[in-house]
């Protein structure tokens, strides 16, 4: 399904871990805590073989954000919103086109001002080589205090998300496809010192259940150029295909297909003229196209 502007949020948003008790970090809890976990956004799209979930990836170094600042950033961003919010209803009508352009106005500096505040935080680690920045972040563990550090880290993927939000309410993002938006969000995020955001494609089915003989194609939100899982045009077949004259085989090369600014009907054309049999349950090879967004 094609579809030209950027929709709603239709999910509902991870929740915040409630303040834990302070417990004592032991080298090996130390080097757990360093592998910091992603916060899902929300699913952008799913059917029977595949979903799209739309990710931050947790960044590898990181000082965190902490409560102040996090309730400072959150109470600004939410103001931005609302403004956007009123500012794109008084634009629409011609006597209150003018306070609508001035709230805009207001707005796109709050939210400037936000992403200024954000940059100057992470400032001081992008600022540092690496042996310094690794430094800081240890120093962050220095007191054994490892819920803390979870809970900044956590904050700071909190804030990530809360400018995804707001970017995606301004006319410039929301007139916008899907993936250019996306893209603008990320220049912003990029710009701040915070971690970028990525849609993640997932397979749902397994080699025993209906509709294993289908290869799932992702393409762009047009549906006119095959992306694959991964933005590089491979396409994936994780399963055996077990062939009536030549035997269980992998399919494709290591179980892929090239299919890099292909058509997905060309796409599927190339799977298909490459598994001409069918296999022991009498299936052909199949395809199905998956828009991501």
């Known amino acids: 399904m094609v579809c030209y502007y950027f929709r709603p949020i239709i999910a509902t948003y991870a929740a915040f871990l409630a303040v834990c008790t302070p417990q004592l970090a032991t080298s090996q809890q130390y080097e757990a805590s360093r592998t910091h976990r992603g916060l ?3 699913v952008t799209n799913s ?7 739309l990710t931050i990836q947790a960044p590898e170094l990181s000082l965190g954000i902490g409560p102040d600042d996090h309730a400072k950033i959150t109470a600004v961003l939410a103001e931005t919103r609302e403004l956007v919010e009123t500012a794109n209803i008084l634009v629409g009508d011609p006597r209150t086109l003018k306070a609508g352009q001035d709230m805009m106005e207001k707005a796109s500096a709050m939210f400037s001002n936000a992403k200024d505040h954000i940059r100057h935080i992470n400032d001081i680690l992008r600022e540092q080589d690496e042996a310094e920045q690794r430094a800081l972040i240890r120093n962050k563990y220095s007191d054994h205090d490892v819920h803390k550090a979870q809970e900044d880290n956590e904050r700071s993927l909190d804030v990530t998300r809360n400018m995804y ?3 995606i309410t301004f006319p ?3 007139e916008r496809l899907y993936d250019d938006c996306l893209d603008l969000v990320n220049e912003d995020l990029a710009s701040i010192g915070l971690t970028t955001i990525e849609v993640v494609t997932h397979e749902k089915r397994n080699g025993n259940q209906d509709g294993y003989f289908k290869v799932v194609i992702v393409t762009n939100e047009l549906d006119d150029r095959v992306v694959g899982r991964d933005g590089d045009g491979i396409v994936q077949y994780p399963f055996l295909w077990k062939d009536t004259e030549l035997g269980s085989r992998v ?3 290591d179980g892929k297909w090239n299919c890099l600014n292909m058509t997905p009907e060309a796409c599927c054309n190339t799977i298909k003229a490459s598994v001409p049999n069918p296999d022991t349950e009498g299936n052909i090879i199949a395809c199905h196209i998956f828009v991501p967004f």
């Open 165 to 167: 939000e707001t970017r």
């Open 251 to 253: 399919l494709g090369v």
């Open 172 to 174: 410039e993002c929301v």
């Open 40 to 42: 899902d956004i929300e």
């Open 47 to 53: 059917d029977e073989y595949a979903t799209s979930v």
